[in-house]
Nanobody, 122 residues
């Protein structure tokens, strides 16, 4: 079992920054951040392999968001800069325990956190 607990959400003006954290218990193969805005489908934002640190981003956040992990603390981060109103959503971290494809699709992940709200005002 893997338990995930997110923190760090909040309200910020456009152009501002936030850093999300996700404390994980148990070993993982890859970790990801997803987001879901009201009335929209859940969207993969970024993923990282726990071992190599190799990361991948959806196009809309490239150059603005950075995913990272601290394996000693078993914590995943998402640094979000130059935030836009369209980044407003509930953000979730997700984990996959064993090998396989770590895409930005929800079905690739076995474990989910409870979410943390990010609101960006214009």
């Amino acid at each position: 079992q893997v338990q995930l607990v997110e923190s760090g959400g909040g309200s910020v003006q456009a152009g501002g920054s936030l850093r999300l954290s996700c404390a994980a218990s148990g070993s993982t193969y890859c970790l990801a951040w997803f987001r879901q805005a009201p009335g929209k489908e859940r969207e993969g934002v970024a993923r990282i392999f726990t071992g190599s640190g190799s990361s991948f981003y959806t196009d809309s956040v490239k150059g603005r968001f950075t995913i990272s992990r601290d394996n000693a603390k078993n914590t995943l981060y998402l640094q979000m800069n130059s935030l836009k109103p369209e980044d407003t959503a509930m953000y979730y971290c997700a984990a996959r325990r064993s090998g396989g494809v770590c895409s930005l699709l929800s079905v690739a992940y076995n474990y989910w956190g409870q979410g943390t709200q990010v609101t960006v005002s214009s």
